[in-house]
């Protein structure tokens, strides 16, 4: 029941979120006091904490993969300074880095659910880039094992790979994001979000689009990131 919509930049650019109303105007800015090593995504839960991916890892080569977890900023905050950090590896990470036919450990997307997270990774493999799996580890703070779940195939080409992922807050429907098109998941049971049925809305614009997040259960606002002549954009997407 909130008009603020929390965003932040990616790899490059300044510890700090953003409070951006519907029409893109930019009205409170929070540090964070941590580094920016490649934050991709943000997450909350129903205790009003939020949580920072900072799991982006283009090489496939990073040992400092985590998740920042703190109280979701009030009007006046302008520093988050008490910050739990959650740590963690993949399973089936066997080399760091990985082999170019093994490049299936970047991550951009990521969800709170039932006490846990669900990080949805972003494949580097030629011809595979719309592979995705899915790993769950605990929402509290620690350093943990990301084991693998299940997995997913959107497509073979880059417009294919996930950058990013949310869940409605009845836990009913998942959406995941790639340039091409948002790919919506229902009917599943527990987290076998894949085993239920799905539903693809494919795209007319194909800019870089980084960011999804259910508005409710029916509907999702996407953001695109600025570049390649493109400009920063956010879309509000009616889903069945």
């Known amino acids: 029941n909130s008009s603020t919509i929390w965003m932040l930049n990616d790899s490059g650019n300044k510890a700090k979120i953003y409070a951006v109303n ?17 934050w991709e995504d943000l997450t909350s839960d129903s205790k009003n904490n ?3 991916g900072d799991f982006g890892n283009n090489l496939n080569d990073r040992k400092n993969l985590k998740i920042l977890k703190f109280k979701q900023p009030q009007l006046k905050d302008t520093k988050i300074k008490d910050i739990a950090y959650i740590t963690f590896k993949y399973e089936d990470q066997k080399n760091t880095p990985s082999k170019k036919k093994n490049m299936y450990f ?24 719309g592979k995705t799996t899915v790993y769950k580890i605990p929402a509290t703070q620690g350093d943990y094992v990301a084991k693998p779940i299940d997995s997913f195939f959107t497509g073979k080409d880059l417009e294919h790979w996930i950058t990013s992922a949310d869940i409605s807050e009845n836990g009913k429907k998942v ?5 091409q098109a948002v790919w919506v998941f229902q009917d599943f049971k527990g987290d076998a979000f894949f085993n239920g049925t799905h539903k693809v809305y494919p795209f007319k614009d194909k800019n870089q689009k980084e960011a999804v997040c259910f508005k409710d ?14 400009s920063s954009k956010l879309y509000q997407l009616h889903i069945d």
Request: glycine share 4%.
């Open 50 to 52: 939020l949580y920072i």
């Open 22 to 38: 519907k029409k893109g105007t930019i009205k409170q800015t929070v540090q964070i006091k941590a580094k920016n090593h490649d």
């Open 175 to 179: 959406a995941l994001l790639t340039q």
């Open 106 to 129: 970047d991550c951009e997307a990521f969800f709170y659910f039932n006490n846990a997270l669900y990080l949805f990774t972003k494949s580097r493999v030629k011809n595979n880039y």
């Open 217 to 230: 259960k029916n509907t999702l606002f996407i953001t695109s990131e600025k570049g390649h002549d493109k």
